[in-house]
């Protein structure tokens, strides 16, 4: 209760500022968080699905989204979002996030954000119930539990001024670069912070004073607090009323500075943009000589603000209110790191027996498993376990396209090969090279299409309207010799699979409506074996709870072809194997089988 | 700093050009030019012949008020409203030739205080527009604390400004208040003085102003007083302020616009304009103002909030009388940036000795920073070094360092071994010492 953020918090990171997550994840790995504290990125214009970050020596990849609708969508744990966007479009990442909801804590850290911008953002927040930290802050922290981007500088600095465990100073500022000096002069002169922040140093900041330091007072690990401010301003009355009025009673220790603004007319702008004095109750003196005569801790200057510290940390610790802290192990963050060149997420080799996406071999190799090279397709092309329907059907699509014949582009390339005397992989790889738009490449089309068809809810007549005008005979329709009336038995067996196990097959249901009107135009023009393979792959990541988006992407990267490679690649080798075993000789191709037409080469 | 004085004749051109939006039921003549020489009034009059056959009224356009009772308002030659063209430009000539001393306050009409001396150099040519005293009203809008005010009254002019308390009446609006709330409450309270005639007017022109005021992103919006005769309104003095943060999404609404430096501000020296422009160019900060450039205390510190801090103890330590200069860098300037700044303030530093013939003392200080790279940026201050050695030695200047933060080790062992290689006095601190105790150990020596 009471605390901002807990050793669990994780943060959605808007903008791909690199230094400052790997300080939060260093953070995170010195103080043995089980999980590093930035959960996702957005970054509008990458086009990467992640970025590497070190975690201790090793790397961890925090994956990158183009929104923060997605990221959120995808992490809804993460409740902090760290708005680090610029002055132009902080105000609508904001806005943007309080939409969507979720969000506990947000943090600006903009400077000279439009005023009535800020101040209708801050006000929005407000009735939301959401804690604004900044604009144009540096951020907070809870030490020893989660830590906002740079606030506290290098872990060295961190570790220096104990901000890696949790102290019992609730401390907050207005300005970034003294919160971290304030924290120092803490650690040295009593014993650290329980919550820290820089509200920021706009002139319309999200929470104020006020805001933290009642949290704090509900905060039991919080003993005492620290409060900086600034000339400028009226915040700090309202604190001086919260101390009158028993609203806070924890002891405050406050100092504003800028007392030497007095000295100077108005012309002279001291430090931020919220530090200018309109009268004389906005003074730095003025506000100090209040907080004194309210029963706060105000030292005579700041330079004797240590001794004012150590003074109230030394009466709490005498009267048992503070205890002692028990330091803490720490993780070490290695001196020399070095950035890993390959990234695997598919298998692991380095334990005692190499694992398939988290799986022992062993697991899933031997028939008393109970697995077969479906299991084995779905953890290594997919990282998940699928359902049996689904593994039996991957196998029966292998099963299927395993061969057809010599005759095909592909087998004669490879028999072409061995006969020349080449190896087995050499003929092999030769039959693979064929494979593409015009050969196999069906499967890939046929999903495509067909998808983007009924996605766009076409009609059969408006797709084949749509396919006329780009100029591409529809992927997936049509059969040399077979027809409605003779029927290709691969395509039915297919068909019969799918309407028995699969939990559901709306794209399949779709392109037989397709494939009424091709068929009434022209008896051979069915739903061949590749366009119904291709269709039920699509209707298979559908039941199985794949977004339209990640079914576009399994297309766009090649995912059909492949279990065509895979099971042509049976085929292949059994011709190349054929024509080792019937030792034929190199192939010549027919001269009368050629059509010779050379013409005398011109002279230019 | 985010809210920026304007001139009255922006602050007209600006309302003039969204007139039809927010007042659409009234009509104004923005009869207004801006000039600075009699002459450029003679030309301004080809093109807009009311200034021919118009009289005039000129005052300085110099973001100042009271200009009635300093004299700076040409509305008579004879008798008022007799203002050609010729004389206007005759005045304004006259104006010009030499410094003014403009007062800033009075008790009744004596000016009281020290006056301002500086040279007039804009002024705002109107038609003279006669009118009834009762014709005349306020209004204005500001943001007070988190809320936006809206000032209303039925007597325009000094009347207002010195009965405030009994004449005016405030409508406070919260950042989220709706245009119907905003209608609402503007209708009811409508100050019982305004004339029975004028009421409906006079709600529909504040409920317009104060949406002009919300929308076009004013910090401070005054006309004192405007001129309500029917729906035809003349806006007689205005007093604006913008929040120039806003100035991004404002180009195509606010148009061109300056903010000038107001009348008796020192020039800024060539050396703040030279930091000034630098600072535009980061994105990182660079502030510089010079207090007393005579003076020989210096300081060069890092961060908004460390360099208040070391002011402030300079000033409990030392009095203000002997500190130079305010400013800062901050947000991770490169080391070209911090070499110009620190190439600057030692320029001005190593000008004069101090005339009692002591030490200079040159403040390299700052807090432990959180993301600027401390060796990066001193390797500019070495830079700078380097080049002034000689004439630093040759002032007589003690430099103290203290800062933390990235990389701050082999800042402070650079700068430490720089300065004495070159022969300069120097001493260095880290985050073990308090961050201002090195103004103290500078002036008990």
Not at chain 1, 41 to 50: W, Y
Not at chain 1, 124 to 143: D, H, M
Not at chain 1, 285 to 297: L, S, T, V
């Amino acid at each position: 209760m009471g605390k901002l953020f807990t050793r669990d918090t994780q943060a959605i990171f808007w903008n791909n500022n690199k230094t400052a997550i790997q300080r939060m994840l260093d953070y995170d790995y010195t103080i043995k968080r089980e999980k590093p504290s930035v959960a996702a990125i957005v970054a509008p214009t990458s086009g990467n699905k992640f970025e590497k970050f070190f975690w201790g020596g090793n790397e961890i990849m925090i994956p990158l989204y183009k929104s923060t609708t997605e990221a959120k969508a995808a992490q809804p744990q993460a409740d902090v979002l760290l708005n680090f966007a610029s002055f132009r479009t902080a105000y609508d990442v904001t806005m943007e996030a309080l939409n969507i909801g979720g969000f506990k804590t947000i943090m600006i850290t903009a400077e000279g954000i439009p005023e009535r911008l800020a101040r209708g953002m801050n006000a929005y927040a407000r009735e939301l119930n959401v804690t604004v930290i900044g604009p144009a802050t540096v951020g907070a922290i809870v030490p020893g539990a989660f830590k906002i981007a740079n606030i506290g500088g290098t872990i060295e600095n961190i570790i220096n001024s104990k901000l890696h465990r949790e102290g019992s100073c609730g401390l907050v500022t207005r300005s970034g670069g003294l919160f971290n000096e304030l924290s120092n002069i803490i650690a040295i002169n009593a014993d650290g912070i329980a919550e820290g922040v820089a509200i920021g140093g706009d002139r319309f900041v999200g929470s104020v004073f006020i805001d933290n330091l009642l949290r704090m007072e509900k905060n039991p690990d919080v003993k005492y607090m620290i409060l900086l401010g600034e000339v400028g301003g009226t915040e700090e009355y309202k604190v001086i009323e919260a101390v009158k009025s028993g609203k806070i009673t924890k002891p405050i220790i406050a100092w504003c500075i800028g007392t030497i603004a007095k000295y100077y007319d108005s012309g002279v702008q001291f430090g931020h943009a919220g530090a200018s004095a309109n009268g004389e109750m906005e003074t730095a003196e003025y506000k100090n000589k209040a907080m004194a005569e309210a029963g706060i801790h105000v030292p005579a200057t700041f330079n004797d603000l240590p001794a004012t510290i150590m003074e109230v940390y030394d009466d709490l610790k005498s009267k048992g209110i503070i205890g002692e802290i028990k330091e803490p192990e720490i993780n070490t963050i290695p001196k020399v790191r070095r950035p890993k060149n390959f990234i695997c997420t598919i298998s692991d080799d380095r334990g005692e027996e190499a694992t398939y996406a988290g799986f022992p071999i062993s697991s899933v190799a031997t028939p008393d498993t109970g697995k077969g090279i479906g299991d084995v397709i779905s953890l290594l092309w997919f990282k998940k376990q699928y359902p049996k329907w689904a593994t039996d059907f991957i196998e029966t699509v292998i099963k299927t396209v395993a061969d057809h014949g010599p005759a095909v582009s592909g087998a004669h390339n490879a028999k072409v090969t061995a006969r020349a005397g080449k190896s087995v992989v050499e003929s092999l790889v030769t039959g693979l090279l064929t494979i593409g738009p015009r050969f196999g490449g069906a499967i890939d089309g046929a999903a495509k299409y067909f998808k983007y068809a009924d996605d766009s809810n076409m009609t059969p007549a408006e797709f084949l309207g749509y396919m006329k005008k780009q100029g591409v005979p529809i992927p997936g329709i049509g059969h040399r010799i077979k027809s409605l009336k003779n029927p290709d038995l691969r395509v039915t067996g297919l068909m019969k699979y799918a309407a028995e196990h699969f939990p559901s097959h709306s794209l399949l249901d779709y392109a037989k409506t397709v494939e009424a009107l091709t068929t009434s135009k022209k008896e051979n023009l069915i739903l061949n074996v590749d366009g119904t393979i291709g269709i039920l792959m699509v209707d298979m990541w559908r039941a199985l709870g794949y977004s339209e988006e990640e079914i576009n992407e399994f297309i766009e990267s090649g995912t059909l072809n492949s279990f065509f490679i895979v099971g042509r690649s049976i085929g292949f080798i059994g011709h190349v194997l054929d024509e080792k075993r019937l030792a034929m000789p190199m192939y010549r191709h027919p001269m009368d089988d050629i059509l010779y037409d050379v013409q005398k080469a011109e002279k230019l | 700093m985010a809210q920026k004085a304007i001139r009255e004749y922006d602050a007209k051109s600006i309302l003039a050009k969204h007139w039809n939006k927010y007042f659409p039921d009234f009509s104004y003549a923005y009869e207004t030019v801006l000039v600075t020489l009699g002459a450029e009034l003679l030309e301004a009059a080809k093109a807009k012949p009311w200034l021919k056959e118009k009289s005039l009224v000129v005052k300085p356009d110099m973001l100042f008020g009271k200009r009635g009772k300093n004299n700076l308002v040409l509305f008579k030659d004879q008798k008022p409203g007799d203002v050609t063209l010729e004389k206007a430009a005759a005045w304004i000539d006259e104006k010009t030739k030499e410094e003014q001393s403009v007062y800033f306050s009075f008790d009744g009409d004596t000016p009281t205080g020290e006056p301002k001396i500086d040279r007039l150099t804009h002024f705002i040519v109107e038609p003279f527009t006669p009118h009834d005293q009762s014709e005349e009203y306020y209004i204005s809008a500001t943001v007070v604390g988190d809320e936006d005010v809206l000032y209303l009254s039925a007597e325009g002019g000094m009347e207002v400004e010195e009965g405030w308390d009994e004449k005016v009446t405030e409508l406070a609006f919260s950042i989220t208040a709706t245009e119907e709330e905003i209608v609402q409450k503007v209708k009811e309270n409508i100050p019982a003085d305004v004339k029975p005639e004028d009421k409906e007017n006079f709600a529909k022109f504040a409920i317009g102003f104060f949406k002009a005021y919300r929308e076009l992103n004013f910090a401070y919006l005054e006309i004192n007083p405007f001129v309500m005769q029917g729906t035809k309104i003349e806006l007689l003095d205005m007093v604006a302020k913008l929040d120039d943060t806003a100035g991004f999404m404002m180009v195509e609404e606010w148009g061109d616009i300056e903010y000038p430096t107001a009348f008796g501000m020192e020039a800024k020296s060539p050396e703040v304009e030279a930091i000034e422009e630098a600072d535009a160019k980061t994105g990182a900060s660079l502030k510089l103002t010079l207090l007393k450039p005579e003076a020989r205390i210096w300081t060069m510190v890092a961060g908004g909030g460390a360099s208040v801090v070391y002011a402030d103890t300079i000033a409990d330590f030392a009095g203000i009388e002997d500190l130079a200069n305010y400013g800062e860098y901050s947000g991770g300037p490169t080391t070209g940036e911090t070499k110009f700044y620190a190439e600057t303030l030692l320029d001005l530093m190593t000008r004069e000795k101090d005339p009692q013939g002591r030490d200079k003392i040159l403040i390299i200080g700052g807090a432990i920073a959180n993301f600027t790279d401390v060796a990066k940026t001193f390797t500019g201050i070495i830079q700078a070094f380097e080049e002034y050695a000689d004439k630093m030695k040759d002032v007589g200047i003690k430099i103290y360092v203290r800062r933390g933060g990235p990389n701050y080790e082999k800042g402070l062992k650079d700068i430490k071994e720089a300065a004495d290689r070159l022969g300069l006095s120097i001493e260095v601190y880290g985050p073990e010492t308090h961050v201002t105790d090195i103004v103290r150990m500078a002036l008990e020596k």
